[in-house]
């Protein structure tokens, strides 16, 4: 009887994600035709360019150097450096920080007017700070920083906020330390919030790259790239690192999705 019910639930998770497949990839075909479409005709719309047109540009951008001298392999390669630079240098400074905000009433009390006034300040404001300050690839690098940095350390103070006063109480009844109530108790109950932060910080952190390359950085990347082709009017190239900036950005976020999931398993966290 057991057994007919799991199997059952099984069939039904699998019927579940074929039609969320189906719809899905129905959904990207009816894009597809309907881009071919306005691209077919006469809408006014002649710097959109056909499909086959963008595949193509992509094809080529794969294998032969741009006008700027690298492949878009070479590209995608100096941004997503970039972007882990920045991702972690922001995580190892607003996690501990994040918790220790969140614990501490009179920390919180005197770095809150900073963080909710630093944080109102768009990333690429920095821009020009970041340029006569660092050199190479640390400009772009300082700005995803600030991209990541604020969701995950907001997401960290309220996850520690959010840990149940019971579980503090009876740990300190037990004769937990601080050190043991951060280790035992306040970061593991956060983490599922932290992680939340990361994702959507990685996402911020990616766009963020893209503006800022565009206003010039050394070294390539797929903001440069875009940015140069648009002004030679060559649109399909420009539509197939766009293509690729979005196609990176949807698997980064589901493979840290999915790499989410893994640890919450193993872990036996949950929200």
């Known amino acids: 009887m057991v057994e007919d019910l799991i199997s059952t639930h099984r069939k039904r998770e699998l019927r579940m994600k074929a039609e969320y497949t189906a719809i899905g990839g129905f959904a990207i075909l009816s894009f597809i035709a309907i881009w071919q479409f306005l691209s077919s005709s006469d809408f006014g719309l002649y ?9 193509k540009a992509f094809s080529w951008a ?3 150097k741009d ?5 878009l392999g070479e590209h995608l390669h100096a ?7 920045g991702s972690i240098l922001a995580i190892l400074l607003a996690v501990p920080l994040g918790l220790v905000i969140g614990y501490s009433k009179y920390v919180e009390a ?6 909710e006034f630093f944080r109102t300040i768009p990333p690429l404001a920095w821009l020009p700070i970041a340029i006569a300050l660092f050199q190479d690839i640390w400009e772009s690098v300082f700005i995803v920083f600030l991209g990541v940095f604020f969701p995950v350390l907001l997401s960290t103070i309220s996850g520690v906020k959010d840990v149940e006063k019971t579980l503090i109480d009876v740990a300190r009844t037990l004769g937990a330390g ?4 951060f280790t035992k108790v306040i970061f593991p109950y956060s983490v599922p919030y932290i992680m939340t932060g990361i994702r959507v910080g990685l996402g911020i952190g990616w766009m963020t790259i893209v503006a800022a390359e565009m206003l ?10 875009l940015w140069t082709y648009s002004t030679i009017g060559r649109m399909d190239i420009v539509f197939a690192y766009m293509l690729l900036i979005g196609i990176v950005g949807f698997f980064m976020i589901k493979t840290f999705e999915f790499t989410e999931k893994r640890l919450a398993k193993y872990w036996g ?3």
């Open 67 to 71: 006008i700027l001298g690298y492949t």
């Open 178 to 181: 601080k050190i043991a109530l």
């Open 216 to 225: 010039g950085v050394r070294g390539g990347g797929v903001g440069i790239c």
């Open 47 to 55: 710097y959109l360019p056909k499909p086959e047109s963008v595949a």
């Open 62 to 64: 794969i294998f032969n």
């Open 269 to 271: 966290f949950s929200r």
């Open 79 to 85: 941004s997503l450096v970039r972007v882990l630079y």
């Open 110 to 115: 005197s770095t809150t007017p900073f963080v």
